[in-house]
């Protein structure tokens, strides 16, 4: 998770303010709009995380509701400097990370259900591998093919 972070934060820390501002294509949102939803979505995936590990489910997370917060935030966010959203992956990253090192191989194990896999019967460790742990190398790449960057 935390390799994520760094590779997002290496990416990025030099741009301009130019490059900062650009539109990735593929996202509709700006490079650091992206970056500080990355650092913004931590400690919800690690709650999403901790609710599937203890309850299993988490009613309510559809697609539809991440997709509207999504949009919520990038409005709110249009104009994040680059300094906060950087040091808001630092410390959300950490935080999350903690979350998960605490859970038991059990709650790893645990099958959980949500509306984001169709309800598939699928493990807590896999929520944490496709959502803290990817999520922002889904958006590096998208980044990099913006700004015309090599991984």
Known sequence: MEQGATDLIAAVEGLTDEQWATICPDEQRSVGVLVHHVGAAYPEEADITTALAREGGV?????????????????????????SA??????NVATAATVVR?????QLDRVALTDLHW???????????????????????????ALGLNG
Do not use: C
């Open 59 to 83: 009613p309510g997370l559809t697609w539809e509701a991440v997709n509207q917060g999504n949009q919520d935030e990038a409005e709110s966010h249009e104009q994040v400097d680059k300094a």
């Open 86 to 91: 950087l040091a808001q992956v630092r410390e």
């Open 119 to 145: 309800e598939a019967p699928l493990t807590v460790q896999f929520f944490v591998e496709h959502h803290p742990i990817a999520h922002p190398y889904m958006h590096l790449e998208g980044i990099r093919a």
């Open 102 to 106: 605490g859970l038991t191989d059990e």
